[in-house]
């Protein structure tokens, strides 16, 4: 990736960037923090001196800002600096930098994912790398990785569902992200998983039915929606929103009235994706909500909606 007509590293005073960044100043102009983005290896090495002068709340905020750019600008890189990041000695600081892997197609990313997944010390740290390699599971999928890098993304996130010493909740993350491979394997560890007492677990498994897209899972789904768990309900919403059946529209506006309001969140968040008429009219009732949260979450699922019915109609000033 290029950032355009940005500077480039060599132009930028580095030490002077990250001087203002070890002083706690934030605003850091964002030609700067550009500048950064798909750094050769002279100026790879020089950030990664000057994060050592960081501390570890200078450097969090540091690698956050980065992260935040790239998501808003596309053609920004900043995976060199997220990699180097993984070797730090502060946990919140690899965690983050693992999910900021989740936005590049780069194979050294997906083998240093798939190493820290296996070794890190840190419990989030893994969690975060499992969900990262999610992205690489997709492109798998889709056959835009080589088989080995492929066979590799799979091996490695079965082993962790698989594995009876790893914790729930870097299992069940995983298990999400295996949700996106079609093997019939995929499916059978999840009907395994989803039969597991553990919480965490099954809600994994229950993210992982509505990242397969499969209509094979809304029975299960709408099972779920009834759950006494307040997080298997919230995760069935989800699962229900990324299969995008509408048939589950009128299990999911019953639930708009459940006593939690992440639910309820979650479920107006499912209408959304789903669409139709019963999904739409469900959305337009809570869009005048008492509840300004759940208001604002309504409006926006109508503004999704019609933004995916008719591209144009927003600047026609349609609803």
């Known amino acids: 990736m290029n950032a355009g007509h940005a500077p480039q590293a060599s132009q930028v005073d580095l030490e002077g960037l990250f001087a203002a960044l070890a002083a706690g100043t934030r605003e850091i102009p964002s030609e700067d923090l550009t500048a950064l983005s798909d750094v050769d290896a002279g100026a790879r090495q020089r950030v990664r001196d000057a ?28 995976s060199a600096i997220c990699l180097d ?54 492109q798998g999928e889709f056959g835009r990785l080589q088989p080995r890098h492929a066979d590799l993304v799979a091996n490695t996130l079965r082993a962790l569902v698989e594995a009876g010493t ?4 870097v299992q069940a993350a995983a298990l999400e992200s295996l949700g996106v491979i079609s093997a019939e394997w995929v499916r059978d560890l999840i009907h395994d998983i989803y039969a597991a007492d553990d919480p965490d677990l099954r809600v994994g498994a229950l993210r992982a ?27 069935a919403a989800f699962a229900a929103g990324e299969i995008g059946d509408e048939d589950a529209a009128p299990l999911l506006r019953d ?24 999904a739409r009219e469900a959305l337009q009732e809570y869009a005048t909500h008492p509840d300004a949260a759940l208001r ?19 600047r026609k000033g349609g609803r």
């Open 296 to 314: 604002t979450a309504s409006q926006a699922a109508l503004q999704s909606l019609t933004l995916g019915e008719d591209p144009l109609e927003l």
């Open 51 to 78: 994060m050592r002068s960081l501390d570890q709340t200078a450097r969090f905020a540091f690698l956050e800002r980065l992260i935040e750019l790239a998501e808003e600008r596309l053609t920004l890189d900043y």
């Open 255 to 278: 639930l708009l009235e459940d006593e939690s309001p992440e639910v309820v969140l979650a479920v107006i968040a499912a209408l959304g994706e789903i669409g139709g008429p019963e």
């Open 85 to 138: 990041c993984l070797e730090d000695d502060v946990a919140d600081v690899r965690a983050l930098a693992a999910s900021g892997l989740a936005q590049y197609e780069d194979p050294q990313a997906l083998i240093r994912l798939a190493a820290v997944v296996a070794d890190d010390p840190d419990e989030q740290v893994r969690v975060e790398a499992a969900a990262a390699l999610g992205t690489f599971a997709l």
């Open 166 to 169: 790893e914790a729930p909740v």
């Open 209 to 235: 039915m509505g990242r397969s897209a499969d209509v094979y899972w809304l029975p299960t789904i709408a099972a779920a929606l009834t759950a006494l768990d307040e997080d298997e309900r919230v995760a």
